[in-house]
């Protein structure tokens, strides 16, 4: 029986990224549809679950992606709403990559060192990664979590959807419109994770280097300029100044093996639910 997923977009246009890595996840065919919302996805869900024998279901699954991960998560509570008894089908939210990529990032900066009881920043942390991974280093145990913006208003309101969301209260929001503000918030933290924009700088090399408190820094941004300079996007787990540094690419190859896993598992059940906490788990398994 052929493995379909279904890929809801909350965009206008369904991320081919997910489309390819489902394929190479084990889905095949990917009915891939865009511009969706809690209002219109009804007829697709229930296309979804009412198609196949309750033996078989397993064999269709749900992945939710686009790039407003608010949207994405509304999506996700919409398409459960449809569920009852087992008339349901396993299900993905990785709005941007933001759970895969941030699961990958903390993954991986839990193998260089300890993230419990230390003071952690995302520097411009409000998108779907940055906002993500502030949810995992808080549920490590990180003391506080700042996550910044160029505009406080923005900073908060990341907080509030984690603290509504996941009931984590240790992520605080700080205005930084500016490299040396940046570096500023940095001043006595231990862990820094980037997750800018593609191609925003957001510190230099001088902003981190001779800091002495900093112990652990990923990057999540790709593209140069990096969004933080002075580390190389290669870099998996290096020693830079006293530091140990994950660049993009470094942590990426667990982030797409990551996102393939969590692809072909969904095919294994038509129960699982794969949110940020799921997502992290299997990443922690497989760092
Ligand atoms: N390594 C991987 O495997 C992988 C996978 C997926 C994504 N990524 C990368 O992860 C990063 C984060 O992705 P995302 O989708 O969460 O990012 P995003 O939503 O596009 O951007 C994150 C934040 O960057 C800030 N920003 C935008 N332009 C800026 C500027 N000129 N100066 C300073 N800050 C600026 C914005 O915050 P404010 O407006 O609040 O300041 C925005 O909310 C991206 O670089 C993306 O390419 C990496």
Redesign the pocket.
């Given at each position: 029986m052929k493995k379909l997923l279904i890929q809801l977009d909350t965009d206008t246009y369904p991320a081919t990224f997910d489309t390819v890595v489902a394929y190479d996840g084990g889905a095949d065919p990917v009915l891939a549809y865009g511009g969706l919302t809690p209002d219109s996805v009804a007829p697709l869900v229930e296309g979804a679950i009412f198609t196949r024998a309750p033996k078989d279901k397993k064999n269709t699954a749900i992945f939710i992606g686009g790039?407003n991960v608010a949207a994405g998560e509304a999506l996700l509570n919409a398409v459960k709403k449809k569920f009852f008894a087992d008339f349901r089908v396993s299900v993905m939210l990785d709005s941007?990559?933001?759970n895969?990529?941030a699961a990958?990032?903390v993954a991986k900066l839990r193998t260089s060192g300890e993230l419990a009881g230390k003071r952690a920043v995302v520097l411009?942390?409000?998108?779907?990664?940055?906002?993500r991974a502030a949810v995992m280093l808080a549920r490590e145990g990180a003391s506080e979590v700042r996550i910044?913006?160029?505009?406080l208003e923005?900073?908060e309101r990341?907080c509030r959807d984690i603290q509504v969301r996941f009931g984590v209260t240790a992520v605080v929001p700080v205005e930084a419109?500016s490299h040396d503000a940046r570096a500023q918030v940095i001043q006595d933290a231990q862990i820094v994770i980037a997750?800018?924009?593609?191609?925003?700088e957001?510190l230099e090399a001088r902003h981190w280097q001779d800091n002495p408190n900093i112990e652990l820094i990923a990057d999540?941004?790709?593209?140069p300029p990096l969004?933080i300079g002075g580390i190389d996007m290669l870099d998996r787990g290096v020693e830079r100044h006293g530091k140990i540094v994950w660049g993009?690419?470094g942590?990426?190859a667990l982030?797409?093996a990551l996102q393939r896993a969590c692809v072909a598992k969904l095919f294994e059940t038509n129960k699982l639910v794969l949110d940020a906490e799921e997502v992290f788990a299997i990443a922690k398994e497989m760092a």
């Open positions: 790039s941007n990559g933001s895969t990529t990958a990032a411009a942390g409000t998108g779907p990664v940055g906002q910044t913006s160029r505009r923005s900073a990341a419109d997750a800018g924009a593609t191609g925003v957001l999540a941004n790709a593209t969004g993009a690419l942590f990426g982030k797409l």
